[in-house]
């Protein structure tokens, strides 16, 4: 680890720490949409909507203190990167439950589900993650198996696709649910790019 010469601003930490930790409530309630009623969905999908919106009030408090900090604990365009990092799963999953509402879809996939449980997972170790980079510790193991994860998303995406096209016999229902997917595998490829940046700021910190 480089010697440091400069204070670093703990406060920092703490927002990333917070903003992740909101992560895991949007995939758990990412899962309940899926899982419940479709009666019952509207009600889930707005606390999901609560969810990204209190992501956001985080998101926007981290950067105005980006803004007006003078000495950050690294660089500002990583801290950047990872601040619209976790803004960006947040969305994603946000985006996928919104679509179930709004094209009234009914029964999903069980592979739909494996999709919900890989980013209820990334999640889940995003948030460990985020407090570590305050000694940055421990971390290989994380971006390690977020992109283990996604790469599982990966496979998840194309049977689920695979399977739409050749067994669908709806054409409409098939593109709604095709979106819905896609937005899934979104928020996979965000937990990994958020990852890379934070192996990225390891590596420069190392």
């Keep these: 680890m480089r010697l440091r010469l400069s204070p670093r601003n703990e406060s920092f930490f703490d927002l990333l720490t917070t903003t992740a930790s909101q992560l895991v409530t949007g995939a758990d309630l990412l899962g309940q949409v899926v899982e419940a009623d479709p009666v019952r969905r509207p009600e889930l999908a707005a606390a999901l909507r609560d969810a990204e919106h209190a992501a956001d009030e985080s998101t926007h408090a981290f950067l ?22 976790l803004d ?23 592979l739909v ?9 990334c999640a889940a ?13 421990d971390l290989p193991e994380y971006w390690v198996e977020i ?10 995406y194309r049977r689920l696709i695979a399977d739409l096209f050749h067994n669908g ?4 229902e098939i593109m709604k649910l095709k979106e819905v997917v896609t937005a899934l ?4 490829d965000a937990f990994e790019g958020l990852a890379n940046h934070v192996e ?5 910190e190392s």
């Design 64 to 85: 105005r203190k980006l803004n007006t900090t003078f000495v950050t604990p690294f660089d500002r365009d990583d801290l950047y990167a990872l601040a619209s990092g």
């Design 88 to 110: 960006d799963c947040m969305d994603h999953m946000e985006e996928a439950a919104d679509l179930i509402v709004l094209y009234r879809i009914g029964a999903l996939p069980e």
């Design 113 to 121: 589900r494996d999709q919900v449980e890989v980013l209820r997972q």
């Design 125 to 137: 170790l995003t948030a460990d993650a985020m407090p570590r980079l305050r000694s940055m510790k």
């Design 147 to 156: 992109n283990r994860l996604e790469n599982e998303a990966d496979r998840l």
């Design 169 to 172: 016999t709806d054409a409409v």
């Design 185 to 188: 595998e979104d928020a996979a």
């Design 200 to 204: 990225t700021v390891a590596l420069k």
